[in-house]
């Protein structure tokens, strides 16, 4: 079964910092592109990152450009979003998500989130 | 950066009804677009991609079109499970992705 497992999440001070992890497992990971999407509350999709299948492409959403890092260990099939210098609108559920058709364009498999929460 | 926009933001309707929804990009994205749908509580699940072809598993009765920065998602004859927000997004390889605001399709 393919599947995307978030963890990392939690609650955290305005301008600390915060590892998320998503495990995947069921498909060829070191062939797909990955993204990270987030929901903050009540509110619509974010597109936050992407990351190509050898890790060495990157794309960020303004928002969070600078302050985030996405990265993979495509040993461990593993990928990875660095957050840094959190602020209170960067909380939201944050989704670890495939790419469909392996060029970035859309997003086909999703894992069920890790909640994240900035506040002092 | 590119800029969705979806329209409306909330639709009433009836099971059976046709229901379109539409999307536009501030520049032409050709057909890099895809649709999906969301249940609260839920992850969003793809129905559309490349503007127009169904994702597997994905009814019949849904189907997208367009292509530059106008497209459209319809549903022929909505059924109950249909009732959710739908989220059009883009692709540019050289900029940002990037998702429309939403659309709530609610019974009417």
């Known amino acids: 079964e393919v599947q995307l497992v978030e963890s990392g999440g939690g609650l955290v001070q305005p301008g600390g910092s915060l590892r998320l992890s998503c495990a995947a497992s069921?498909?060829?990971?070191?062939?797909?592109?990955m993204h990270w999407v987030r929901q903050a509350p009540g509110k619509g999709l974010v597109w936050v990152s992407r990351i190509n299948s050898d890790g060495r492409s990157t794309t960020y959403a303004d928002s969070v450009k600078g302050r985030f890092t996405i990265s993979r260990d495509n040993a461990k099939n593993t990928l990875y979003l660095q957050m840094n210098s959190l602020r209170a609108e960067d909380t939201a559920v944050y989704y670890c998500v495939r790419d469909g058709r392996r060029d970035g364009s859309d997003m086909d498999v999703w894992g069920k989130g890790t909640t994240v929460t900035v506040s002092s | 950066d590119i800029q969705m926009t979806q329209s409306p933001s909330t639709l009433s309707a009836s099971v059976g009804d046709r229901v379109t929804i539409t999307c536009r990009a501030s520049q032409s994205i050709s057909s890099w677009l895809a649709w999906y749908q969301q249940k609260p509580g839920k992850a969003p699940k793809l129905l559309i991609y490349?503007?127009?072809s169904l994702e597997s598993g994905v009814p019949s009765r849904f189907s997208g079109s367009g292509s530059g920065t106008e497209f459209t998602l319809t549903i022929s004859s909505l059924q109950p499970d249909d009732f959710a927000t739908y989220y059009c997004?883009?692709?540019?390889?050289?900029?940002?992705?990037?998702f429309g605001q939403g659309t709530k399709l609610e019974i009417k």
């Open positions: 069921g498909f060829t990971f070191s062939s797909y592109w």
């Open positions: 490349k503007a127009s």
């Open positions: 997004q883009q692709y540019n390889s050289f900029s940002p992705n990037s």
